[in-house]
């Protein structure tokens, strides 16, 4: 099957400091990828629809501000997380659109925000 | 985007029982989705059924779909310790182009060996 990477799998960073998670479709071309949201024992929250060359669609109460997306090319998305603080500390996962129906996802990025 | 439920939230059984999930969402859907989440990993898509469809097998997996009552089951026969594991229904809308998917809160499943 399709893969997709994450990178980091994990990261520590101070409050105040910037983070960026790439996401990449290893074998596939994805001209959309999506980036989710998971805390501890709760599902996954849509945050942005990312797609090749144009602006991200962010989901109601995200801020675009915040999370910056970046989808440069077919194979690779990036999600910053900017000004982070303990509260942006989550699990973060992207998903790449390989056809209209199949996501698939990255094995997620734990952020933690000191 | 609103989520669906899932029940129950939690559940343990023993190796070689079944496994039954629910999956209730709201919207009017192209197709039902199922995934699989292990501790801190990333989600494996399990099956789709599609709006059209009633019941679909793979393998050990048995999904049905009852778009009347906007619900979905997930049944595991046969279980195993290796089943363990979050699983996850998710819906795309039949509306939009994006193909959004939008996840139910999960059940965690353990199988005890």
């Known amino acids: 099957g399709a893969v997709v990477s994450q990178h980091p799998s994990w990261v520590i960073c101070k409050s105040g400091t910037s983070v960026k998670i790439e996401c990449r479709s290893l074998?596939?071309?994805?001209?959309?990828m999506f980036w989710y949201r998971q805390f501890p024992k709760q599902s996954l929250m849509l945050m942005a629809t990312?797609?090749?060359?144009?602006?991200?669609?962010?989901e109601q109460g995200v801020e675009k501000d915040k999370f910056l997306i970046n989808h440069a090319s077919l194979t690779l998305s990036t999600l910053t997380v900017t000004s982070a603080h303990p509260e942006d500390s989550s699990f973060y996962i992207c998903?790449?659109?390989?056809?209209?129906?199949?996501?698939?996802f990255g094995p997620g990025t734990r952020l933690t925000v000191l | 985007s609103q989520q669906g439920e899932e029940d129950p939230q939690a559940l343990s059984i023993q190796e070689g029982e079944n496994a039954t999930m629910n999956c209730s969402y709201k919207?009017?859907?192209?197709?039902l989705q199922w995934y699989r989440q292990n501790s801190g990993r990333g989600l494996v898509h399990l099956i789709l059924?599609?709006?059209?469809?009633r019941e679909k097998h793979s393998g050990r997996l048995r999904v049905t779909l009852d778009t009347s009552k906007k619900s979905s089951s997930l049944l595991i026969t046969a279980s195993r310790a290796a089943d363990t594991a979050s699983y996850f229904c998710?819906?795309?809308?039949?509306?939009?182009?994006?193909?959004?998917?939008?996840f139910g809160s999960g059940t965690q499943l353990t199988v005890l060996p």
């Open positions: 998903s790449a659109r390989a056809d209209t129906d199949t996501q698939y």
């Open positions: 998710a819906t795309v809308r039949s509306s939009g182009s994006a193909r959004q998917l939008t």
């Open positions: 059924i599609r709006s059209n469809e």
């Open positions: 919207t009017s859907i192209n197709n």
């Open positions: 074998d596939f071309q994805a001209t959309t």
């Open positions: 990312s797609n090749e060359g144009s602006k991200a669609t962010y």
